[in-house]
């Protein structure tokens, strides 16, 4: 199975050495780093795991590239040169686990950095989706890539310009939220049960009860998205659960 491997993304350490930023956790700095909480504590004499400064210079222990992470199932950090067929040899899960896992194909791309499940989230699967979110916006495979606040991509990106309508993927009831990281957000419920998440709006369209293909918001930049690029975060949660890769659901729908 021969995956391409982009580049690392900036700021993920390879060299063994990593400098804490603002937002970073033992916990998150792990995760993407392929170790665990104690051992990185360990190898840098840290008494107070919840205790950290930006500008802390980090030594990396030298684990396996699989995530010991705290939650299950178990996570594993893509390296520089990893295919699909090294991530099973190295893992012992084998190469169709994880495709199944993270809503893979023979052909996906992987991106050194990026996280991948070793085992499904969720039992049940999602339908397809009856609208695409945003028709002509720009995505790409980026579930899994590390994040300082939730250290998790869970969703995919889709890039447009701001005050491009979103239009609801399925029929459903559509409540609105506004946070601090998300901004404003929508959050649609499928008569399946399956969660529908929609982050950094610049304002909200129509909420309650809603048909595929009504405007329910407008890309922007809100919340931690705040000055980059506009677009919408687009999550989807099979009977409400955890986050599954929507990549090739949106595949299907828009292009």
């Not at 990593?18 to 956790?25: A, H, I």
């Not at 995760?31 to 008494?47: D, H, K, P, Q, S």
């Not at 052909?107 to 339908?127: D, E, H, K, V």
């Not at 969703?155 to 701001?162: E, V």
Request: aromatic content about 6%; some cysteine; hydrophobic content about 40%.
């Amino acid at each position: 199975m021969g995956v391409v491997v982009l580049t690392a993304l900036a700021g993920l350490a390879q060299t063994g050495r990593y400098t804490v930023r603002r937002g970073d956790t033992l916990t998150s700095i792990a995760a993407r780093n392929g170790t665990t909480v104690n051992a990185l504590a360990a190898a840098n004499g840290i008494v107070n795991a919840n205790f950290i400064l930006i500008g802390q210079n980090l030594t990396l222990p030298g684990t396996p590239a699989a995530t010991a992470a705290s939650s299950s199932p178990s996570i594993v950090v893509v390296q520089p040169g990893d295919t699909l067929t090294k991530l099973a040899a190295r893992t012992g899960v084998p190469a169709a686990t994880i495709m199944a896992a993270n809503n893979l194909k023979v052909t996906s791309m992987l991106y050194a950095g990026g996280q991948l499940l070793l085992a499904p989230r969720n039992s049940t699967s999602s339908a397809p989706l009856a609208r695409c979110p945003v028709p002509g916006a720009r995505f790409m495979n980026d579930w899994g890539f590390p994040r300082s606040d939730t250290g998790f991509h869970q969703g995919n990106d889709m890039m447009t310009k701001r005050g491009t309508p979103i239009a609801a993927p399925v029929s459903g009831t559509v409540t609105q939220n506004v946070g601090s990281i998300s901004g404003n957000q929508f959050r649609l419920v499928g008569a399946d049960g399956t969660l529908y998440v929609g982050a950094h709006l610049d304002k909200f369209g129509k909420a309650g009860k809603v048909k595929a293909g009504d405007t329910i918001g407008y890309v922007g930049d809100t919340g931690d998205a705040k000055g980059g690029p506009t677009h919408l975060h687009f999550e989807v949660h099979p009977s409400g659960g955890a986050a599954v890769n929507p990549y090739q659901l949106l595949v299907a729908a828009c292009r």
